[in-house]
């Protein structure tokens, strides 16, 4: 069985690959600059992929593998939960379902300073923002975005978290609205807050609401669309 | 020919001293003569305790020697060797008449291994040199480093004219980083405001033992320190050359790189070549073409 190789790269796009795959071939795209992220490793002339999953391309320029697994791989600029672990003079450190523990600076906060520094208590749930993200380095998060305002970042106050795979975090994510979170929305009122490192925040007004929602989404995982839709209605009858 | 005395001895101990008489080349050099330590003292009246049997050989001058508790004595002149053995250790009383020299010249290379608190002579025979102490209770010479045990000669000018007795090849005599020496060394972690590195070398000398350095923010380069990144400065694995500081804190040496010699001398890159240096803050990988940014040392020729 010999390896396909296309002189096009499209062909690969948005199918599976395994490691040691070559998806592209650099020597017949010539003046182009392309970036490669997660997953592609270059040697010399021919990208391959370092990961299973699906390889995807984005406009203009970007490949990268995508796949979905329980550990995350931090990366700048992702929205993510993250629960206190300790506290340090200049920093928070967080447990980010990573590699290695984020550090979250004392000041990194809207109005931050020396004087009114948060007090977190160790096991406390929060929003941040991944700042910078170098191999080899712990993560640098923040609880601002990247003009120093709060939005929504900070600490989750009651409500339940649990942990999914990062693939579906993405999916509850993308837009258009996914199926499972549009037909609860439709019946049910209640807040979330996804972390694209596999955490998910649901708080509502009564804990049934709160199981339900965590349920669909939990069960979701696996399910297409209409799936999706056929099974939040079933899960909706049995509560009401 | 030999001539023998036995002095009556104590009742406690047994000894003896046995002297030959101008013993021929061949015998000197059945001994080994030329290989024993060589010392000297002026006129005077001296103790020496003998725990086990001693050979000596008298090179200038004149000793008579008193086995303690007696009147007796043994009288020798130069050219004369002087063995004296005794099984449970006295002491005996020596009487110069001229200064003496004895010879016991240096030792060679193949020496005896020796570990901390061994005993090495005596105060009164021998000095303490590097890695040895005197203890001054019971007049010894103890060890204090593990290494070879080496004896070096009194330097002909000081009056006294004991050899000294040092501890050599212990990793204490290795190269040790000093404030304003250059080092060579290998960055092991890069954290947000510092790196820290295993010093290799000091000056062209690799070192003996492990010691840390940190490089801090403020000490990468001269300019705009405030505006450094660590990541884009240095990454695990390179290879830097750095002076040091100061010997910093009691974990690590502080080095820095804030001048153009100093900086990444060579680095591999994430696709595993050794990258070539293009500017003072970036390298290239020959195999790929990527430029990854570091603080690149000139190294002028």
Redesign the interface.
């Known amino acids: 069985m010999e390896n396909k190789q296309f002189s096009s790269p499209a062909s690969f796009v948005d199918s599976t690959v395994v490691p040691g795959d070559v998806v592209l071939d650099l020597s017949s795209m010539t003046s182009q600059t392309i970036k490669l992220g997660g997953g592609l490793r270059q040697d010399c002339d021919a990208i391959s992929a370092m990961k299973a999953g699906t390889l995807r391309f984005s406009k203009p320029n970007k490949y990268w593998i995508e796949s979905s697994q329980k550990r995350y791989v931090p990366c700048v600029e992702d929205t993510i939960l993250g629960i206190v672990v300790d506290s340090k003079a200049d920093n928070f450190l967080i447990d980010i379902k990573g590699p290695a523990m984020g550090f979250l600076p004392v000041l990194a906060f809207e109005g931050g300073t020396r004087r009114n520094i948060p007090k977190f208590e160790v096991g406390t749930l929060l929003y941040l923002r991944v700042v910078k993200a170098n191999f080899g380095m712990n993560p640098e998060l923040s609880c601002t975005d990247a003009s120093g305002k709060a939005a929504e970042f900070g600490p989750l106050k009651d409500g339940y978290m649990f942990e999914t795979s990062t693939g579906l975090s993405r999916k509850l994510l993308s837009s258009p609205t996914c199926p499972v979170l549009e037909a609860l929305g439709k019946k049910l009122s209640f807040e979330i807050a996804v972390g694209l490192n596999g955490r998910v925040w649901v708080n509502a007004a009564s804990p049934d609401t709160i199981v339900v929602v965590a349920n669909a989404i939990m069960n979701s995982e696996s399910l297409s669309g209409a799936q999706q839709i056929i099974m939040v209605d079933h899960l909706l009858k049995n509560i009401q | 020919m030999a001539t023998t005395s036995t002095p009556q001895p104590d009742s406690s101990s047994n000894l003896s001293i046995t002297v030959e008489s101008n013993p021929s080349d061949s015998r000197l050099s059945e001994l080994g003569i030329q290989s024993w330590p060589k010392w000297g003292c002026p006129p005077g009246k001296y103790m020496l305790k003998f725990e086990a049997e001693e050979t000596c050989y008298l090179v200038k001058g004149k000793v008579k020697v008193y086995p303690k508790g007696s009147s007796e004595y043994v009288e020798f002149g130069a050219g004369k060797q002087k063995a004296a053995s005794d099984q449970e250790g006295s002491s005996k009383q020596g009487q110069s008449l001229g200064s003496i020299h004895c010879k016991i010249k240096k030792m060679e290379e193949a020496d005896e291994m020796v570990t901390p608190g061994e005993v090495l002579g005596k105060a009164t025979d021998l000095k303490a040199g590097k890695g040895a102490y005197a203890a001054s209770h019971n007049n010894t010479i103890y060890a204090s480093l593990t290494g070879f045990r080496r004896i070096q000669a009194p330097p002909p000018a000081s009056n006294d004219k004991r050899p000294t007795v040092e501890v050599t090849g212990h990793k204490a005599h290795g190269p040790v980083p000093e404030p304003g020496s250059v080092v060579i060394a290998r960055v092991t972690?890069?954290?947000?405001r510092t790196a820290s590195a295993d010093i290799m070398c000091v000056g062209p000398k690799s070192v003996r033992e492990k010691f840390t350095g940190i490089i801090r923010q403020q000490d990468v380069r001269a300019t705009e320190i405030d505006k450094v990144d660590?990541?884009l400065s240095f990454?695990?694995g390179d290879i830097v050359r750095a002076v040091v500081l100061s010997l910093g804190d009691a974990r690590a040496y502080y080095l820095s790189t804030a001048k153009n010699e100093l900086g990444v001398v060579s680095a591999e890159s994430s696709?595993g070549a050794t990258m070539v240096p293009i500017s003072w803050t970036e390298m290239q990988c020959p195999?790929?073409g990527?430029i990854e940014l570091r603080k690149v040392a000139k190294v002028v020729n």
């Open positions: 972690k890069v954290m947000a660590m990541h990454r695990p696709a195999l790929t990527q």
